[in-house]
């Protein structure tokens, strides 16, 4: 099949290379020429721009930073629906937040646009071995009918419910990992402070109750003094303040995620923001004045 991919970021650029490799054809388009080079080296065409990208496709993946960026891209000057048919289906892959994601669907639907919403989680590794976890709401019948691409991305496909449920879904996973990566960064900050040697405390609790896939990913990060994305510091700010102005609109109160978005944000105003969220850890360094390595 023929498919448009926008936004050939991070995670975006190995998404499409996994759907070239599954035999699909990929038309790429992304503001930064260099990466639409990456994935036409790859085998994609380029497009001129997303308005291009729906004129030559039925089906077009968006994965983009934040809601303002997928607004623009679907609804504005040259964006897909200037270029769009009806009965064409619209996959936005990013995490941007759920009311978003149903006031662009509302356009889409306008213009006879399919649109289900898909972000993922799992980080570039996953996406380039294709084994990102997807979470999908929107229509059913239209999970269903493209069940089988999502799958030359991702490990699962899971069905959430209407369109936005796929964000609220990765939005409960992003506190998860943001508040699993500070109490990560807390507690082996009080261990090394207290003079005990981080990789021996990692061995000996890592097959415990307190072992997590986060652990498991960020504590030999930190080790190194590795910072490198991976998911960035601002990007997590992103998701927290989508959980938080979500939280607020239907009355859920995320008083731990507001704890640890002062800490993003101190890493932001700091200069790390375009560091892997493993950085959480350099507040705790800051404070204590003990590097955990
Ligand atoms: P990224 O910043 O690396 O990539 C985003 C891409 O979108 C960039 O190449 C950028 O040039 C492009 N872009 C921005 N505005 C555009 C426009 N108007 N038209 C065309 N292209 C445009 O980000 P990423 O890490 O690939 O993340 C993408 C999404 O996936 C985000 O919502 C992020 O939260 C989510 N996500 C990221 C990870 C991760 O580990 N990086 C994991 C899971 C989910």
Do not use: W
Not at 103 to 124: F, N
Not at 207 to 219: D, E, F, R
């Amino acid at each position: 099949m023929k498919i448009g991919f926008i936004g050939l970021g991070i995670m975006g650029k190995p998404m499409a290379k996994n759907l070239l490799k599954a035999g699909h054809e990929v038309v790429a388009y992304d503001v930064v020429k260099k990466n639409v080079d990456d994935v036409v080296a790859a085998g994609a065409a380029a497009a001129k721009s997303s308005a291009d990208v729906a004129k030559r496709c039925r089906l077009v993946i968006t994965m983009l930073p934040n809601s303002p960026h997928v607004k623009t891209v679907v609804c504005g000057e040259d964006g897909i629906l200037a270029g769009a048919k009806e009965g064409d289906i619209l996959i936005d892959m990013s995490s941007i937040a759920p009311g978003a994601s149903q006031e662009i669907c509302k356009a889409c639907l306008e213009k006879g646009v399919k649109m289900i919403d898909a972000p993922v989680s799992g980080g570039e590794p996953k996406a380039i071995d294709g084994t990102i976890s997807i979470m999908v709401g929107g229509d059913k019948a239209v999970f269903d009918e493209v069940y089988d691409i999502l799958m030359c991305m991702g490990g699962s496909a899971v069905y959430c419910g209407k369109i936005g449920a796929g964000n609220t879904t990765k939005l409960a996973n992003q506190v998860i990992v943001a508040l699993n990566i500070a109490a990560v960064s807390e507690a082996f900050s009080l261990s090394t402070k207290a003079g005990v040697d981080p990789q021996k405390v990692f061995d000996a609790i890592k097959g415990g109750l307190a072992g997590s896939t986060v652990m498991n990913a960020k504590i030999p990060m930190i080790l190194e003094q590795n910072f490198k994305p991976g998911f960035k510091v601002d990007l997590h700010i992103k998701d927290l303040n989508n959980a938080l102005q979500t939280g607020h609109e239907v009355g859920a109160y995320l008083p731990l995620t507001a704890s640890v978005m002062e800490i993003l944000q101190n890493l932001h105003h700091e200069g790390h923001g375009q560091e892997d969220h493993a950085a959480i850890a350099r507040y705790y360094e800051k404070v204590t004045g003990a590097k955990i390595q």
